[in-house]
């Protein structure tokens, strides 16, 4: 009885050990009082993007039997979708797009690389410096503030200019010079003359050789270039020397300055393609080809005349109308056209000079006067 009782209360207490062994599993759970594990924060840098912290994140619990024997027991498959992000890399994790997330949250993901770097393209200004995107908008930048520069009284361009200028004036006296500007052309302004002159000098070559050495030598070897003087108006510079300032440094943007329009533009146009450009040997013939009315009309704006002297490719030239129609039946084409057929007798349209293409005109000099 004695040996009954004993293995009876020895049997009750391994009881009670297992059942506090089960207790201390199942109600076990983390202590409140501990703090909080400190956030690791990752350095944010532009390149990479850090990803964004779940609003809800789970806090691990401590696994109790009753679930513990519930994964051991259970035959269920694991989930492919999980186990499919647990086998991705980091850096495929990051460039899902914002689509591919089961839950809604958009992820972040590394942009194009192409969209950080620099463009490789640039256009710098040669004068100020000044860095653009785009070779129109270099010329747009080029033409409204580097387009002129104005030559002082001890600039020796300046007596030159001023020399030839005069040298054709046979009118009247009272010819006051007021301001000398020096264009600047853009590069790709100048490359187009350049290719201009050099299709004439090939077409010139051409025809030489197909005529047994009968042409042109001199349009041979520069295109036959001639230094030829245009008329026009100008309105900016009458505005400068009101409010006592130096000339304009850019070409204004007015439609009534004809001279900035040229300077921006060039000769482009209707007018230009069926009437052609006509342009003079001498400044007193290009000053009587500009109607007095038309100063008149634009008075008012403060327009005033201003003689371009130019650079011109005249190639091949057809002296009248009736040369050229009869040459272009032979096959043989001329670049330029003398209407009057080269009379001379100081008439108004002495020596004028027609061409056809604005390639061939190269504005260098600004002349501002007063006659």
């Known amino acids: 009885m004695t040996t009954e009782g004993s293995c009876f209360s020895s049997f009750l207490s391994l009881f009670v050990l297992l059942l506090l062994h089960l207790g201390c599993f199942f109600f076990s759970c983390s202590s409140s009082d501990d703090p909080p594990p400190p956030i690791k ?191 026009t108006t100008i309105l900016c510079s009458r505005e400068a020397e009101r409010r006592g300032g130096a000339a304009p440094a850019g070409a204004c943007g007015s439609p009534y300055c004809c001279a900035c329009a040229i300077v921006r533009h060039g000769f482009t146009g209707k007018h230009a393609d069926l009437d052609g450009i006509a342009t003079y040997s001498t400044s007193w013939g290009a000053h009587a080809s500009l109607p007095e009315d038309l100063e008149r009309e634009f008075a008012f704006l403060g327009a005033r005349r201003a003689m371009l002297v130019c650079r011109v490719v005249a190639g091949r030239v057809a002296h009248g109308h009736g040369e050229a129609a009869e040459e272009e039946e032979k096959g043989a084409g001329f670049d330029s056209v003398v209407p009057n057929g080269g009379g001379g007798g100081g008439a108004v349209g002495e020596d004028e000079l027609l061409v056809y293409s604005p390639r061939a005109v190269l504005p260098c000099f600004v002349v501002i006067y007063t006659a």
């Open 41 to 231: 924060r990752r350095k944010i840098s532009p390149f990479f993007p850090t990803l964004p912290v779940p609003s809800d994140p789970r806090t691990k619990k401590p696994l109790s039997i009753r679930s513990y024997l519930s994964r051991l027991l259970s035959f269920r498959k694991p989930n492919s979708e999980n186990q499919e992000q647990h086998r991705r890399s980091p850096i495929e994790l990051i460039s899902l797009s914002p689509d591919g997330r089961a839950d809604g949250q958009a992820r972040l993901y590394v942009a194009d690389h192409h969209s950080l770097s620099y463009k490789d393209e640039i256009y710098p200004c040669p004068a100020c410096g000044e860095v653009l995107s785009k070779p129109q908008l270099l010329d747009l930048h080029h033409a409204a503030k580097h387009s002129f520069s104005e030559l002082r009284d001890a600039d020796s361009g300046y007596n030159i200019v001023r020399i030839i200028f005069r040298s054709g004036w046979i009118g009247e006296s009272s010819l006051v010079v007021r301001r000398i500007l020096k264009i600047h052309n853009t590069t790709r302004t100048l490359a187009r003359y350049e290719e201009y002159r050099d299709a004439v000098r090939s077409r010139a070559a051409r025809y030489e050789a197909s005529n047994g050495g009968r042409g042109d030598g001199r349009c041979i070897a520069d295109g036959n270039e001639r230094l030829r003087f245009y008329c």
